[in-house]
């Protein structure tokens, strides 16, 4: 089981240009969620997707968008990208779907994004 | 407005002596607190939780204290060993729609270093 894997590793853009990162979630997951963890800071709550929808968003503005696909892997977006928006992106799985209580979520190792 | 709160940036401790790592949240509608471990270039790692309605929680040399009236956690590690330096995460879980949606808010986290 090769886990929650996420790509790029590292990735260095410029201000106003746009990016993907991906993220494929541990085998048996149906639930992903993304953070963003700036330097210094805990991990913040972007976003969580399931059955493809977003079900849950943090305080982060319109250009952080998503998209979750059928085999459950998932696609964060980041629009004209910004100085502030330097941090390590992280993924999160677990699995949901109504049971009824919290299971574990499962971190990948996460996207290192610079914007200079 | 932080909602999760580890007022300890850093800790040092002897090898086989105790670790007891804080935590105090704001939102009492928390269901379920958790600790997660991260190292650098790694994503973080679970390591143990307590549902809101418990005030304990142990497994093997990790035991968790929830003190409700007080908005207070804490992580005990007994005996400390050089491998668990790392940063530890504080991180509180909201739960919705039966479990299918959920959201984890982390404190900022505190490097622990044990030294042999």
């Known amino acids: 089981d090769a886990g929650v894997t996420q790509s790029p590793t590292h990735l260095i853009k410029t201000r106003g240009q746009q990016v993907t990162l991906r993220c494929s979630p541990k085998?048996?997951?149906?639930?992903v969620s993304w953070y963003q963890q700036a330097l210094g800071q805990g991990p913040q709550f972007i976003f969580q997707?399931?059955?493809?929808?977003?079900?849950q968003r943090g305080n982060f503005p319109d250009r952080f968008s998503g998209h979750q696909f059928p085999n459950y892997s998932s696609e964060l977006n980041v629009n004209a990208l910004l100085l502030g928006d330097s941090a390590l992106y992280l993924c999160?799985?677990?699995?949901?779907?109504?049971?009824?209580?919290?299971?574990?979520?499962?971190f990948g190792q996460g996207t290192r994004l610079t914007v200079v | 407005d932080q909602q999760v709160k580890q007022n300890s940036p850093s800790l040092s401790v002897q090898e086989g002596r105790i670790s007891i790592l804080n935590c105090d949240y704001t939102?009492?509608?928390?269901?379920?607190f958790l600790w997660y471990k991260k190292y650098p270039a790694e994503g973080p790692t679970f390591l143990i939780s307590?549902?809101?309605?418990?005030d304990k929680n142990e497994d093997g040399r990790f035991t968790v204290f929830l003190n409700k009236s007080a908005k207070h956690l804490s992580l005990h590690i007994v005996p400390s060993q050089p491998g668990d330096s790392a940063v530890y995460f504080c991180?509180?879980?909201?739960?919705?729609?039966?479990?299918?949606?959920?959201?984890?808010?982390f404190g900022k986290g505190t490097l622990l270093t044990v030294n042999p």
């Open positions: 999160a799985s677990s699995l949901a779907g109504g049971r009824g209580r919290y299971t574990e979520a499962f």
């Open positions: 085998s048996g997951h149906d639930t």
């Open positions: 997707y399931y059955e493809e929808e977003e079900r």
């Open positions: 939102n009492s509608m928390f269901d379920y």
């Open positions: 307590i549902s809101s309605i418990k």
């Open positions: 991180a509180a879980l909201s739960v919705w729609s039966g479990g299918s949606n959920y959201k984890l808010t």
